[in-house]
């Protein structure tokens, strides 16, 4: 018997499991730093992004991005899975198990090559264990692997469906607000037609949106690194885009329109409770970006599209102080996100006339 091989399989199975629970299980930001799924993303991430950042930006780039994040969760649970396949094998060898084939005894290998068919199930006999702790060990572990097994199947189609559901609200803001998204350009597309009824409802949509991207992202992080279809859309450009037009209207002079202000009041909180969130979530100081976003000249023709979209604004830029404070309180979350995810930040009004991408085969 091997009291420390005991202690370190021990140690290794009970933080492999609760890695486990706390990833597929768990419904809440975790927020212990000494994990193997956050050292995994530490390690991993940084290298594969420092590798696309050598590419110039563009479909190039997002097509080298794109497979990280569901690779990234395929080579994690391989990665639980053979250190489940250690941790057990580490017990068996520690308890005196004393494995055998049908040839004789076995060493650790031998051990290990066991405590892999246990765990997945496979049930060939060829190897078996020969003391009470050793096949109490292999019971264990074939009800370990049947739950890890489970696990994984029904883990990746909730992940699949969490995804689908956050990149259909995007889409759909290809057509509302250009590719890639701007504030002008939403809120030049809908006006104030009926009281700003297009508008509310965009907004509410994307409050709840907010709400869904919050509960799915903090519970999978692992969400954050999928990219969407085009390489001109991303989660981070869409929240960043639904923001800066609620500022926009919360800034405006006019406020004759209550029910638009009421329901972007409400997105916008909703949408930086997001966005702040899942800063912590991936471990993001908040940091304001180095060139303002919105500079004198760019504001002039934001306002006149705001003015086209028919939403009076003060012609003294009155609306400039309340807008900065608005900026203040979500772009220095926005901009690490968007640093740290290689997802471009949206310009506040397109630079060009906007193609959007249901356009761009004709």
Request: net charge positive; aromatic share 10%.
């Amino acid at each position: 018997m091997s009291i420390a091989a005991i202690v370190g399989g021990t140690i290794l199975l009970l933080g492999i499991l609760w890695d486990v629970f706390e990833t597929m299980v768990l419904s809440r930001r975790v927020s212990r730093g000494t994990r193997l799924t956050t050292l995994f993303y530490r390690f991993t991430w940084p290298l594969y992004r420092k590798a696309a950042r050598r590419i110039p930006p563009g479909n190039r780039r997002e097509n080298f991005l794109t497979p990280y994040g569901p690779l990234s969760l395929l080579l994690l649970i391989g990665l639980w899975a053979v250190s489940l396949v250690v941790a057990f094998g580490l017990l068996q060898w520690g308890s005196g198990s004393r494995v055998s084939t049908a040839e004789g005894g076995g060493d650790f290998f031998t051990t290990l090559y066991m405590s892999g068919t246990t765990l997945f199930t496979l049930g060939l006999g060829d190897v078996v264990p020969h003391s009470s702790a050793g096949r109490f060990l292999t019971v264990f572990e074939s009800g370990i692997g049947l739950a890890f097994l489970a696990l994984v199947i029904g883990y990746l189609p909730i992940l699949s469906q969490a995804f689908s559901a956050r990149e259909a609200n995007i889409a759909l803001l290809d057509a509302r607000a250009g590719s890639p998204p701007t504030a002008a350009e939403l809120l030049r597309r809908h006006g104030l037609d009926h009281a700003g009824e297009a508008l509310v409802g965009l907004l509410r949509d994307w409050e709840k949106w907010s709400a869904h991207l919050l509960e799915s992202h903090v519970s999978f992080p692992v969400l954050a690194f999928y990219r969407s279809q085009h390489d001109n859309q991303s989660w981070v450009a869409g929240m960043t885009a639904v923001l800066d037009a609620c500022a926009l209207v919360l800034s405006t002079a006019d406020q004759r329109e209550k029910r638009l202000a009421r329901q972007a009041r409400l997105t916008f909180a909703m949408a930086r409770h997001a966005v702040a969130d899942m800063c912590r979530v991936l471990g993001r100081k908040a940091a304001s970006p180095e060139a303002d976003r919105l500079p004198a000249a760019d504001l002039a023709l934001v306002l006149a599209s705001l003015a086209d979209a028919g939403i009076v604004v003060t012609a003294d830029g009155g609306p400039s102080q309340k807008l900065g404070e608005l900026r203040a309180m979500y772009e220095p979350y926005v901009h690490p996100l968007s640093e740290f995810l290689l997802m471009p930040l949206p310009p506040w009004a397109p630079k060009a006339p906007p193609r959007d991408n249901w356009l761009a085969h004709f």
